[in-house]
């Protein structure tokens, strides 16, 4: 994997190579950290890179490690900042992926979230395409659960609780689907392995609440801006049952990394005319002008590097 050349590391700028942790570190041993996902777009035309509602994602990460029990002197707008000094430092003309992520840094052993340091770091990479298929995704539903927000925060980003995501992941992928939908404890869909999910009925959108233990998800929160202020259209947050999936007139599902992946099967039953819909489609074509400072109404979701 193309990685950055350079990495923010214990409070500086150093090449990735010295960016190194011990093995006897909390975070690792525990998976006692909380991290981000964010992108940055090359616009051809401005000859610029701009970073994807950096302060959104800074909040959620500055909130996920107040859960965790962090504490820490940066705000969003110094972590902003930070972040495009690392970029900076690359001198990127290409789309790239940032992990910004706060860590117990503490050495050796104890479970526990109290007396102990925190530490901030950050790489970032070369990044163009998450999914292989994001416009006929086929489905099944994950005989794996949803962690619970009585568990591990699950509005959180936190390190440990993506082992869920991994197990959902490699079982979709090995049983030869490309994604999962993720039950709750109460049966509802709650997401996938790392996207929110939504699907329409008769021209309602339709996505799980945040308190169905999802992800707090800044496409989601985008996506529903749109479909309302660009699109006209009702969006309801309510819950999904598993069977709604296949009688939806059309399915997609967000996520930083995905963006707006338009799913047409699941389980092998086709969800609509089994091929992606209008309402899909609009939205990604939008989104796409959005992501790529391209629509001016937006303009305040593109940070300029
Ligand atoms: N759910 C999970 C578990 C995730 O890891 C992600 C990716 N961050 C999402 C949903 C989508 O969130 P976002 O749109 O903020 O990337």
Known sequence: MDLSKHAFFEGKIVPLADAKINIAT???????????GIRGYWNEEKKRLFVFRPYDHYRRLLHSAHMMAMSTSYDEESLIELTLEVLRADNYQQD?????TFYKSDLGIGVRLHDLKDEFCLFTMPYEKYVKNDTNAHVTISSWRRI???MIPARGKVAGAYANSALIKTDANRAGFDEALVLDQNGH??????MNVFMIRDGVVITPPVTDNILEGITRKSAIELLRNEMGLQ????SIDRTEVSIADEFFMTGTAAQIMAVT???????????????TAKLRDLYDGVLRAKNPKYAHWNVAV
């Open 26 to 36: 909390h975070g690792f041993l525990y998976g006692t950290a909380v991290f981000g």
């Open 96 to 100: 790239v992926y940032m992990r910004p």
């Open 148 to 150: 619970d927000d009585n």
């Open 189 to 194: 869909i709650s997401e996938g392995s790392a």
């Open 235 to 238: 969006v309801v947050e309510r």
């Open 265 to 279: 099967k699941v389980d092998h039953r086709p969800i609509g005319r089994g091929e992606m819909g209008p309402i």
